[in-house]
């Protein structure tokens, strides 16, 4: 930032270093969890409450993106485009959910085969109406350089957003009526039938808002990479570990617990040994975690929690 | 007229399970229904709330034929269900629990809290108790507390006793009683415990085969001896 705000670490010099040197690995560490989290969010949710492997998520991931491409490049400012991409994907989502998602429910083999269709469908889709790559979206924000380390605002940024999503979710989920609904549905979907509960309708809502995630984080993700037709790919693989690695018991944690715990040792690999070494212990990591976790880390604490009510 | 069942069928991919079966609740009042493992009475049930479909026959609540209505919406038309094994949701609170009951007539109303709480005060206490945790009996009072807090006019209650403790059951009994009384609820119990259907039933149909074969009135209930006929393995 200012020359005025670095005075002060330049007179520390030589003293301390470590301070940025830990800043970096912090903001290194933050970037990839947040990647790991964006990716993961969209999907987490309808596999969590719809128990529906989304195989779509990447090419929703990739409308979100195309929304906020052609938003800014139409004069509307980021931020806007990617609430934008939140809306327009959540409501495709739930256009999809009404004509063919919910035809496939209990059936899960039916639903996988149904949303890789449609992941075909929306990328072959995308090349032959909008060509093969859309315009890019510059990263917002400039950077900040400590030394001889740069920090990307909008990465910053991106870290904050993922822990306001995380605990706007849980709120969500945990204290309105919409999440009650949500939950009682997962648990015993009969169940809440016969109390009055319309599960037709959560379903519709929790598929549209998983979608909408997807495109948010899309959106939010953008910047970062290349916006073109099969972009989604690159997020799905880092989004299924997650999520498999999290768990079932409570897919919101897990995300959490998992991507924290997959850049706490994907991050110190990379930046020793380089990205792709810092990919692979992320990958041998998981491999690990669901040898030795088969439920995911969320279990963990399912685990924990009987021994805590006694 | 509360409820009316017409000559109904339904069952399972194996063949009918309910072979016309036809019964009335006029007003408030307890009605039963008994019979040995396995002749039907759960299926009668679930095919009353909705959870199977009518293959035969109507279901008239207050007048409406409800027999093509979803779940949810006969729910919400006022019928408070409490399935046999309790249908707890068991990771969620006892507070989470009471209020998934909000829809149940309607939705239009504040939750009862007061009622419930007021018959079965430890759901107070342990509001904030994972569901799960609690006793079989405590689970059976939460599961009826829950079809009760947004105000039904028909309660049907699947085996409140199975699982269930004496003392808890006596407690049930009371508290059907007095909800009868003060609330002039209608309930339609399944039951084949033999000293909760002679104190809270004012008349049993026996049930066979999928065919009502007898009807109890209260002196017959009472007497003790059918009934417990009727029950005998
Ligand atoms: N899901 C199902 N599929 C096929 N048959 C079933 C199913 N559920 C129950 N049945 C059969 O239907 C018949 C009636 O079952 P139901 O559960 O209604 O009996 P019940 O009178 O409630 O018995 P219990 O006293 O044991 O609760 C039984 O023969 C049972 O085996
Ligand atoms: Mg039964």
Known sequence: MSGSERIPLSRREGGSKVLPELASILYQFGTNAAFLLLSALGLIVILGMMNIINLAHGEFMMLGAYVASFAVHRGIPFPLAVILAFFATGAFGIVLERLVIRRFYGRELGALVTTWGISLILAQGALLLFGPYMPPIPIPGGAVSEGVFSFSVYWLILIGISIVLVVALTLVYRATPFGLQARATMQNPSIARSLGIRTGRVYMLTFGLGAGLAGLSGALLAPATSIAPFMGQQFVAPAFITVVVGGGANVIAGAVGSSTFLSLIETPVSLTLGTFYGTMALLVMALLIIRVLPAGISSLGARLRPAVAR | MILEVNDLRSGYATGDVLQGISLTL?????????GRNGVGKTTLMRTIIGLLPARQGTIRLRG??????????????????????????????????????????????????????????FLHQRAKQLAGTLSGGQQEMLAIARALIG???????????????????????????????????????????????????????????????????????????????????
């Not at chain 2, 068991?90 to 009622?115: C, E, K, S």
């Not at chain 2, 199975?162 to 009384?181: A, C, H, Y």
Request: proline residues 5%; contains cysteine; negative net charge.
């Open chain 2, 26 to 34: 006029e007003g408030p009042g307890v009605i039963g229904v008994v």
């Open chain 2, 151 to 233: 105000g039904p006019d028909l309660l049907l209650l699947d085996e409140p006793s199975d699982g269930v403790q004496p003392s808890i059951v006596d407690e049930i009994g009371d508290f059907l009683t007095d909800l009868v009384r003060t609330r002039g609820m209608a309930v339609l119990i399944v039951e084949q415990n033999v000293d909760l259907v002679r104190r809270v039933v004012d008349c049993a149909h026996v049930l066979e085969k999928g065919r009502i074969v007898a009807t109890l009135g209260g002196e017959e209930i009472r007497d003790g001896e059918l009934l417990a006929e009727h029950l005998a393995i």
């Open chain 2, 64 to 121: 409406e034929d409800v027999t093509r209505f979803s779940t949810e919406d006969r729910a919400r038309s006022g019928v408070g269900y409490v399935p046999q094994g309790r249908g707890m949701f068991p990771n969620m609170t006892v507070l989470d629990n009471l209020r998934t009951g909000r829809f149940v007539g309607g939705g239009r109303h504040a939750p009862q809290f007061d009622l419930v709480y007021g018959y079965f005060p």
